[in-house]
């Protein structure tokens, strides 16, 4: 991707905007030893005011733009980037961002909306002693029922998470939930490495199981397991998922930000 915009040290930026306020402070949690190891993986496209617009450019020419004044962060991405670059781009950005983007150039659309959710753990949760926590070998037979699991997840989801390779991606965790009698009642998977953050995802309880607690059961799982870890637990959710969002509030999750995903037609 071309763009008309200076690079600047990437460490001065990132101390700049490492204060919680930074409405991109999930993504920079997520991509901080990228970022601050400066591996070029991910480029960062600054205005004057970092907080309020930055944009970070990975090689595939993906863009998360986050800031804290809408008008000002559009007017930086439209006069800094090259505009058939970006709208070739995958964008995430956040919902006031994005509004002002469709009120300047309604051609961008939204192809995806989630909400991020935070919960920080205080104390272990009540034991289960009738179910079984445990994290998947990385063996062949595992890549079988990982395979399984993502594409029923996927057809019930309507969703296309890439099944990862459970050998090769050395840094990734999943875990099942399985009754006294060893069977498998519920998955989880945790892809998204970080320092100071659980990060879980692709969360599913097998049909037959559903209403009988075990997604209780599990979240009290993880949180026991990042709890251990001395970290907070988190997650990304669609917007339109009312049952899990439902279930996370109840759990005690807040939901701390958006990201909105817009691509120009």
């Given amino acids: 991707m071309s763009c008309k915009i200076l690079f600047m040290n990437q460490n001065t930026i990132l101390n ?3 204060d919680s306020s930074f409405e991109g402070i999930n ?23 970092p907080k309020k617009s930055t944009a970070f450019v990975s090689a595939d020419g993906t ?50 909306s989630f909400d991020y959710y935070n919960l920080k753990i205080k104390s ?34 309507d969703s296309s998470w890439i099944i990862p ?8 965790r999943f875990y099942v939930l399985k009754n006294r009698v060893g069977k498998i009642i519920g998955a989880v998977a945790n892809t998204l ?4 953050r659980f990060w879980f995802g692709r969360f599913y309880i097998w049909p037959e199981f559903r209403g009988t607690g ?14 251990g870890e001395g970290k907070d637990l988190s997650l990304l959710v669609q917007v339109d998922n009312k ?3 439902e279930l996370y509030r109840k759990y005690g999750f807040i939901r701390n930000s958006e990201l909105r995903v817009l691509k120009a037609e």
């Fill in 214 to 227: 075990v997604s209780l059961v599990m979240l009290n799982k993880l949180s026991d397991l990042a709890l």
């Fill in 243 to 245: 049952s899990a969002i």
């Fill in 124 to 157: 272990r949760s009540s034991e289960h002693v009738e179910f079984d926590f445990l994290q998947i070998e990385k063996t062949e037979k595992s890549q079988v029922f990982l395979k399984h699991w993502y594409n029923t997840f996927n057809k019930e989801m």
């Fill in 165 to 172: 390779n459970i050998i090769v991606n050395t840094d990734y």
């Fill in 27 to 49: 993504y920079l949690d997520l991509n901080w030893d990228k970022l601050s190891n400066n591996t070029g993986e991910i480029k960062i496209l600054f205005s004057e005011q």
């Fill in 63 to 112: 863009i998360h733009l986050y800031g804290s004044d809408p008008v000002f962060a559009v007017d930086h991405l439209l006069k800094n980037f090259d505009q058939q670059a970006l709208r070739s781009a995958s964008l995430f950005t956040t919902k006031p961002i994005m509004e002002r983007l469709q009120a300047v150039d309604p051609s961008f659309r939204e192809s995806f």
């Fill in 16 to 18: 700049e905007l490492s």
């Fill in 193 to 196: 490495p970080s320092k100071k």
